[in-house]
């Protein structure tokens, strides 16, 4: 079955670009929408963007000027990248699979912790 | 876009039901049949539970229902378990291809 994990470094300095990447197994990437949601700590869930497999994107409008998305086709990964970080970026980072055209999760990585500290 | 209103807590004894409310606007909850339900139990990645308003993903218990009146979508859970005890969120669509999450609700089995 198709399975996600994220990847990147666990902490960042404030001001700079938070990269992660997702890497898609058991499945092929084409044909869906990757998604990616955070969670702050002992927070409620914000949905930062997606990116379709064909390099389209949509973004939350309050993230919009920091974000961007890329896609791998050939190595079944989809990136983020958020520049400008502040501590009010620290959360848990998800990748998630959009449910064909629903715009539901159907399928989640397990998330990767990201802490922006000097 | 302002985030979906959830009740922070419901609770309810094992076997009773439990309604969790999402609270939207007219141009979210109000206009799209995009409503989403997740799970989500401590340190774990969110499960889908509800699409679509009322539709159910292969594998989860027809326990889990919902629905939407308005500007409101709800969540039903039926015959309360132990395990069902875990942070739920609404999601919904809100236009312009954007998505919006609820703040979540703790619901606690008694």
């Known amino acids: 079955q198709v399975q996600l994990q994220e990847s990147g470094p666990g902490l960042v300095k404030p001001s700079e670009t938070l990269s992660l990447t997702c890497t898609v197994s058991?499945?092929?990437?084409?044909?869906?929408?990757w998604n990616w949601i955070r969670q702050p700590p002992g927070k409620g869930l914000e949905w930062v963007g997606y990116?379709?497999?064909?390099?389209?994107?949509s973004y939350n409008p309050s993230l919009k000027s920091r974000v961007t998305t890329s896609v791998d086709t050939s190595k079944n990964q989809v990136s983020l990248k958020l520049s400008s970080v502040t501590a009010a970026d620290t959360a848990v980072y998800y990748c998630?699979?959009?449910?064909?055209?629903?715009?539901?999760?159907?399928?989640w990585g397990q998330g990767t912790m990201v802490t922006v500290s000097s | 876009q302002s985030a979906l209103t959830q009740p922070p807590s419901a609770s309810g004894s094992p076997g009773q039901s439990v309604t969790i409310s999402c609270t939207g606007t007219?141009?979210?909850?109000?206009?799209?049949?995009?409503v989403s339900w997740y799970q989500q139990h401590p340190g774990k990645a969110p499960k889908l539970l509800i699409y679509e308003v009322t539709k159910r993903p292969s594998g989860v218990p027809d326990r889990f229902s919902g629905s939407k009146s308005g500007n409101t979508a709800s969540l039903t859970v039926s015959g309360l378990q132990a395990d069902d005890e875990a942070d739920y969120y609404c999601s919904s669509y809100a236009g312009s291809n954007n998505l919006v999450f609820g703040g979540g609700t703790k619901l606690t089995v008694l």
């Open positions: 990116i379709y497999y064909t390099g389209s994107t």
């Open positions: 998630a699979r959009e449910l064909s055209n629903s715009d539901a999760f159907d399928i």
């Open positions: 007219s141009s979210d909850v109000g206009v799209y049949n995009y």
């Open positions: 058991g499945g092929s990437i084409g044909t869906f929408y």
